[in-house]
């Protein structure tokens, strides 16, 4: 009986050991491999089935995943998301900088309202300057 009593006792310090170890140590998780961005350089480009300005030629911030910030001011940012094909309008307070904002994604992608709609754009309008708080969500005010 004292041996089954001491092999327990040892298969669980084996155990408990190999478990502690395991979370000292952890396997390292792989990275997905993402190819470097290559922008586009055409005077258009094609985005959600719609032509659009390129304003990855001209010189403005681009992430290298092709993510890019098109305009910043300190009323209002426009930026895109290329993963999702996703073009983000941050109004931020206060919120009188909305139309400009608006206008100026039209300018900046050189498309009519028409075609800003049938686009993938959230408007985020924020209520205080701590970003930190959720915005609220609304489409382009010209969009039905």
């Known amino acids: 009986m004292l041996v089954i009593v001491v092999g327990v006792l040892v298969a669980l310090v084996i155990s408990i050991?190999?478990?502690?170890?395991?979370?000292?140590?952890?396997?390292?998780?792989p990275t997905p491999y993402l190819p470097p961005?290559?922008?586009p350089t055409g005077a258009t480009i094609q985005i959600g089935g719609e032509e659009v300005k390129n304003f990855y030629s001209e010189d403005r911030f681009t992430y290298p995943n092709g993510n890019?910030?098109?305009?910043?001011?300190?009323?209002?940012?426009l930026a895109y998301f290329a993963?999702?094909?996703?073009?983000?309008?941050?109004v931020?307070?206060?919120?009188?900088?909305f139309a400009?904002?608006?206008q100026a994604l039209l300018s900046r992608l050189?498309?009519?309202q028409d075609t800003?709609?049938?686009?993938?754009?959230?408007?985020?309008?924020y209520v205080s300057r701590n970003l930190d708080d959720v915005p609220v969500e609304q489409n382009l005010s010209f969009c039905n």
Do not use: H, M
């Open 17 to 29: 050991f190999s478990v502690q170890q395991t979370a000292i140590n952890p396997e390292p998780t």
């Open 37 to 39: 961005f290559d922008a």
């Open 68 to 77: 890019a910030v098109l305009e910043e001011t300190g009323d209002y940012q």
């Open 83 to 90: 993963d999702r094909q996703l073009f983000i309008v941050s």
């Open 92 to 97: 931020y307070p206060p919120q009188n900088a």
């Open 100 to 102: 400009e904002a608006e």
């Open 110 to 112: 050189n498309i009519d």
């Open 116 to 125: 800003a709609c049938s686009l993938n754009v959230s408007v985020r309008v």
